[in-house]
């Protein structure tokens, strides 16, 4: 118990203790302020508290959002979603009364000693006034001066409120700025040229969790060349890329980027060498122009682009052209692409990037097979001499590619061109092949 009291005396006591000792303290006067603001805002917590729902939050707009209209039809959901929406109501409601129970006797003692204040004055003065101290003009300016005083002081303690609370918010977003950051980044300079990149023993385990899912990755891309990364579902390739656009740091070995370890890299300028299309790409509900220029450059010419990726008769038809608003969110005519389009317009994006390597992961997944014969046909257009990786299920793909790597269990199994794995015997390469092909006779 005792021990129990101790501690409870240590958690008030500490952010002042934080303050009195920390470097942050000494170093941003500011920062002080706010700690010394947060021992108070404890004392009045419960007074205060604000409570944030991201349930209450993601239930709101995914009840509104259509694009999950088919899903909760036609699956029935919408009973699941009504009864989950008002329990969370429910939940947050009953937060908000908790919050309310707490305030009212301080809101109530504050009206009845406002109360007893008025009377006393009223009270005082009047005698005065029955006694002839003062006149009942003097009376009146008294008693108005009594109510300006007592709103003046009623007006300072909220805002002394509000001050606290707001530093609450400041207080957490100090100490959000002062994390270290989760991936050092380094100050060597990269320009945007074509470069030899290369894997070193690297292994990769997600954060929190032990299983390898690469390990032991060792391969050289040399500049220019295509490389294809095949291999069933979850078999690393996609965290494969992600380590190599710096998403994630491996748990072991490093990756060369011209014989330098990438984390000495400028973080902006290396990520500047990429342009990737992942499979879980996002459109904004901006303009067409606006989502494929993502804010530089809006007034290029996109023409040129347009009729590489195919979206030339899509555009040709809206009559805003590049104008036009993705998705219905902020504007009626707003356009939805369909899947195959959408895909087409984030090509179009990894494009107008201009950056020296280029990372396409399952680019056409969702493509109509004419679309995708295109894609294949412009494949050399659309990459030109740069640097590819391409991630594809389709194998027929492949061939379009200087190298593959089949990936199996977090490795890579095979290692060669097209002609050269198709014929391992019980090679899953050739097996996916073979399997696939099979479809097509
Ligand atoms: P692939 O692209 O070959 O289908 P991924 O690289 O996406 O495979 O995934 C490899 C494995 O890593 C899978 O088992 C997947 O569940 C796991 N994984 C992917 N992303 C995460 C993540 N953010 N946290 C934990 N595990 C993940």
Not at 169 to 188: D, S
Request: glycine residues 8%; contains cysteine; hydrophobic residues 40%.
């Amino acid at each position: 118990m005792a021990e129990d009291r101790k501690k409870k005396t240590i958690h008030k006591l500490y952010p002042v203790i934080k303050v009195l000792f920390s470097t942050a303290g000494k170093r941003y006067p500011l920062f002080f302020v706010f700690e010394a603001l947060k021992t108070l805002v404890q004392v009045v917590q419960p007074f205060l508290g604000v409570i944030v729902t991201r349930i209450f939050g993601y239930f709101g707009w995914s009840i509104v959002d259509f694009r999950f209209g088919k899903d909760i039809r036609l699956y029935d959901a919408r009973e699941m979603m009504v009864e989950r929406w008002k329990k969370n109501t429910e939940e947050s409601i009953a937060a908000w009364k908790w919050q309310a129970d707490k305030n009212y006797p301080c809101a109530l003692l504050s009206g009845i000693l406002s109360l007893i204040r008025t009377l006393i004055t009223y009270y005082y003065v009047g005698l005065l006034v029955i006694r002839r101290v003062f006149s009942i003009g003097i009376f009146t300016q008294m008693i108005s001066s009594a109510g300006a005083l007592d709103a003046t002081l009623g007006g300072l303690v909220w805002n002394i409120q509000e001050l606290m609370k707001r530093c609450n918010y400041a207080y957490e977003y100090v100490l959000f700025m002062e994390y270290p950051a989760a991936l050092p980044k380094g100050k060597a300079r990269i320009d945007k040229k074509d470069h030899k990149i290369e894997f070193k023993n690297v292994s990769f385990a997600y954060p929190g969790t032990d299983k390898k899912v690469l390990n032991g990755i060792n391969i050289t891309i040399e500049p220019g060349e295509h490389l294809s990364i095949v291999g069933l579902n979850g078999a690393g390739k996609t965290t494969f890329i992600k380590l190599l656009c710096r998403l994630y740091d491996p748990t072991e070995g490093e990756i060369l980027v011209d014989g330098r370890n990438i984390k000495e890299y400028d973080y902006k300028e290396y990520m500047a060498q990429f342009a990737p299309v992942f499979q879980d790409f996002k459109l904004f509900g901006f303009t067409i122009r606006e989502n494929i220029a993502l804010g530089e450059g809006g007034n290029s010419d996109l023409s040129d682009l347009i009729k590489i990726v195919g979206l030339e008769e899509f555009i040709g038809k809206l009559e805003k052209g590049l104008d036009t608003r993705v998705f219905k969110v902020f504007e009626e005519d707003g356009v939805e692409p369909s899947g195959g389009e959408q895909q087409k317009l984030a090509i179009a994006r990894a494009l107008y990037k201009q950056a020296p390597v280029v990372i396409l992961d399952e680019p056409t997944a969702a493509l109509d097979p004419i679309a995708e014969y295109e894609i294949y046909r412009h494949f050399h257009t659309l990459v030109g001499n740069k640097t590819a990786f391409y991630i594809s299920h389709r194998l027929s793909s492949c061939r379009f590619c200087d190298r593959i790597a089949v990936f199996s269990d977090g490795k890579i199994a095979e290692y060669g061109n097209h002609d050269e794995l198709v014929i391992i015997p019980d090679g899953i390469y050739a097996k996916m092949f073979e399997a696939q092909a099979q479809h097509y006779r």
